[in-house]
């Protein structure tokens, strides 16, 4: 055996055994009784006290606020949510009552600006977004409809406008590129706003025999990319050119 190989191989021993020892002096012994868990995890936690009641629980009592946030954008947010567990409540509901968030730090969590967050969720700096002032002072939390429909797209895709604003596209409005039907305002689910199919559409502007300032760069788009659309290369929020 090359001497070499002994060093590795004690090493190695060394390691196994290690696993094995603590693998026998920490790994609960209920571990993978019924899979990758301990089995014993199901009958601790049945004996600890019920800390949440349901969403019936709360709709038994409550029917106009439950009907209220059935029919708005917050029908998928369990009242515990926002208000904590509330069996404790539902036994002796004058006794204990369910928090209400009034601090601005909380529906940020949602709604506090974070580039991860799908795009046309309504998202905010909470910083800028009227400080100082609660939340509930401008939305019902139960049935969240904007006071006013948001004037900029920043309101909901600030991700993509963060990036278009160091672009050379900086100073071009999102809807003239974009067709934004009135009711995308409101209600950006059900309606889209419509992105460009075509590349004539990119053409108006940098086709050679396009009316645009002559700063703007020019191409001839019988032969620039052939069959390519033009996002297919360049990115329309920074359209750096492509090598």
């Known amino acids: 055996m090359p001497q070499q190989l002994r060093p590795l191989i004690i090493l190695f021993a060394v390691l196994i055994a290690g696993l094995i020892v603590t693998r026998q002096l920490l790994v609960p012994k209920s571990f993978g009784e019924y899979g990758h868990y301990r089995g014993k995890a199901e009958e601790e936690n049945a004996t600890r006290d019920v800390a949440y009641a349901g ?30 567990p509330a069996a404790k409540h539902v036994d002796d509901p004058f006794e204990s009552k369910p928090k209400i968030p009034h601090t601005r730090d909380f529906c940020p969590l949602c709604h506090g600006y974070n580039a991860s967050r799908p795009s046309g969720f309504p998202q905010i700096i909470a910083e800028r977004h009227n400080p100082g002032k609660p939340c509930m002072s401008c939305h019902d939390p139960h049935n969240p409809q904007l006071p006013s429909a948001p004037t900029e797209c920043a309101a909901c895709h600030r991700d993509i406008y963060n990036v278009k604003m160091l672009s050379h596209h900086a100073s071009l409005d999102c ?69």
């Open 55 to 84: 969403y019936q629980a709360c709709a038994d009592c409550h029917e106009e606020i439950f009907e209220a946030r059935e029919n708005s954008r917050h029908s998928g947010v369990a009242c515990e949510t926002c208000h904590g």
């Open 175 to 243: 809807t003239q590129c974009h067709d934004v039907p009135k009711e995308h305002l409101t209600s950006p689910e059900l309606v889209k706003a419509k992105k460009p199919r075509e590349r004539t559409k990119c053409g108006q502007c940098h086709a050679k025999d396009a009316d645009s300032p002559k700063s703007i760069p020019r191409i001839d788009m019988e032969t620039h990319g052939h069959r390519y659309k033009c996002w297919d290369c360049h990115y329309p929020h920074y359209p750096e050119a492509s090598l």
